[in-house]
């Protein structure tokens, strides 16, 4: 069920969900009608399954990285490191395309950039605590920023532009967004007078 399950959010990650026919999905899962229509419903029933079991997959993901992390600065560091490329966020394609028609998926969307704007306001509070950024940050305002960030990193990514001019750009956000404690912590280089 679960290699069904993996293939069948595959083919919606790759196609979409108007471009994933029946037929693909019977395809994917080595099943005949019946018995894909007896596991699993209609099309929708399990494009929904997929896509929520996606979304709570990465807001937890998200939350045990920040709270595994030994300092909150590394953790919102890392966020602004996405690593989902040119095939992007199954949310964000899925939300993309069926927005305006699709309760339910605009729905899940905003549930989820909510867990996320949570988790990095739960971070920002530790970094201040832990004396990396200053007293004076607005944790759920600096929240809001870095989800809109995060998600335009991805966005990027998307695009095809290089994972080196991607990650240009977060770490320039990371500096911007984090101040000194943002900057990506590299060997200094020694001159040759020293």
Known sequence: MD???TAVREEFWLHGYAGTSIDRLLEATNLGKGSFYAAFGDKRTLFLRVLH???TTRVSTM????????????????????????RGCFLANCTAELSPQDADVVALARTTCGAFEDIFTETIQRAVTEGDLPR????????????????????LGRTGLDDAAVDRVGR???????????????PRRHSKEQ
Not at 63 to 86: F, K, M, N, V
Not at 136 to 155: C, Y
Not at 172 to 186: D, H, K, S
Request: glycine fraction near 8%; hydrophobic fraction near 45%.
């Open 3 to 5: 290699e069904a399950l």
């Open 53 to 55: 079991e996606y979304a």
């Open 172 to 186: 320039n956000l990371a500096r911007n967004l984090l101040g000194n404690a943002g900057r990506v912590n590299r």
């Open 63 to 86: 939350r045990d990285l920040h709270r595994g992390s030994r300092r909150a600065i590394e953790a919102l560091q890392a966020t602004l490191r996405p690593a989902l490329g040119p």
């Open 136 to 155: 004076i940050t607005r944790p759920r305002a600096l929240a809001s920023v870095l989800l809109a960030a995060t998600n335009g990193l991805e966005f």
